[in-house]
């Protein structure tokens, strides 16, 4: 039996649920040395900034159990070359692209979006509101439901109609759930979860921070049941909602577990940088899954596990229907 694994991103459609998430894949060239980027649902291209940046001092990454910590800080060369050089490469070759922006005021998430409203090539816009608001004594935008709205009702504003515009949401939070529905009433198409959590580690040799920049953000196996309590808790609340589940995924018993709480889309990170064939050995293992459990769509799974015990997706149910003698 074949799997549908098709999903849609508000109104995009995707092959496959499979996307990189922000910051794994940079800008694609990378990973197109292993494999033909068609065969991701979407590529999301690291967070691009106005201004080139040259990142966190180091170090800036360090090893966890079960993860890592990382304080990369947004590493990029900026708008004018993103524009110029790297999303043409993608736009050329006919690569869904999402582009992850980030900013340090709602002025510069305006200016990003206003930039890349007539690019060609963006497939969808995903905001990072997990960046330090310099106009609110650093607090990020995406702790507060009010300030995150904000740059979500301007990117909006500006960006066309027919380009989705995802927020990209953080887990430490007080209400995961109140800033979602802040974002989604300001004019968010989607949302992406989650962003890194915050997290330290010390060394006990050095006895010093890991990081130089001291805290940074927590990736890998040890996040994915966040990421999962996110993703119910959102779906749950705003089921009409299209959520792309970002987090420790590792395997596609991860992608499904995020699935089932009511993702339809899933983004691979960490595990890129050990594997660049993860997003297709996860997509390959999610669509046996699905086929081994009788559900003939990825659109079946997707908050499912919402549903009352017992309770079957309606092609199922059709499907033993008219098998009855």
């Known amino acids: 039996m074949s799997v549908d694994m098709r999903t849609f ?12 998430a922000a910051g794994c894949a940079s800008s694609g060239r990378e990973l197109a040395q292993f494999f033909d980027l068609h065969r991701l649902g979407a ?14 001092p180091t170090p800036r990454m360090a090893e966890t159990p079960s993860g890592m910590l990382n304080a990369v800080g947004l590493q990029g060369p900026g708008i004018d070359v993103f524009l110029e050089r790297e ?29 890349l409203a007539d690019a ?8 990072n509101l997990s960046c330090p608001n310099m106009e609110d004594r650093g607090r990020v935008f995406a702790r507060e439901g009010s300030a995150a709205a904000e740059v979500i009702a301007s990117v909006r ?18 209400d995961i759930v109140a800033v979602a529905r802040a974002c989604v009433d300001a004019g968010a198409d989607a949302l992406s979860m989650i962003n890194n959590p915050l997290g330290m580690a010390i060394d006990t040799e050095t006895l010093r921070p890991s990081l130089a920049a001291v805290t940074g953000g927590l990736s890998g196996p040890a996040v994915l049941p966040l990421a999962v309590r996110c993703v119910w808790q959102v779906h749950a609340a705003l089921p009409g909602v299209p959520l792309i589940g970002i987090g420790g995924v590792m395997s596609g018993r991860d992608a499904f577990q995020l699935v089932l709480a009511g993702a339809c889309a899933v983004g ?4 890129l940088f050990h594997d660049p064939y993860a997003c297709l050995r996860i997509e390959r293992e999610l669509e046996d899954l699905l086929r081994a459990r009788g559900l003939q769509r990825l659109a079946d799974a997707v908050g499912l596990a919402h549903r009352p015990p017992g309770s079957a997706p309606r092609h199922l ?3 033993t229907e008219e098998s009855a003698p």
């Open 43 to 56: 590529l999301t291209t690291r967070s691009i900034t106005m201004a080139p940046r040259a990142g966190r």
């Open 157 to 174: 504003s500006i960006m066309r109609y027919d380009v989705p515009v995802v927020a990209k949401l953080a887990p430490d939070v007080a």
């Open 120 to 127: 060609p090539g963006v497939t969808a816009l995903e905001v």
């Open 268 to 271: 691979v990170g960490t595990a």
């Open 9 to 20: 991103l508000a109104h995009v459609e995707l092959a496959n649920p499979i996307t990189t």
């Open 317 to 319: 149910l059709v499907d």
């Open 87 to 115: 999303l043409p490469w993608l736009a050329q070759r006919g690569i869904k692209t999402i582009v992850s922006i980030g900013g340090g005021t709602v002025a510069e998430y305006s200016e990003l979006a206003r930039r």
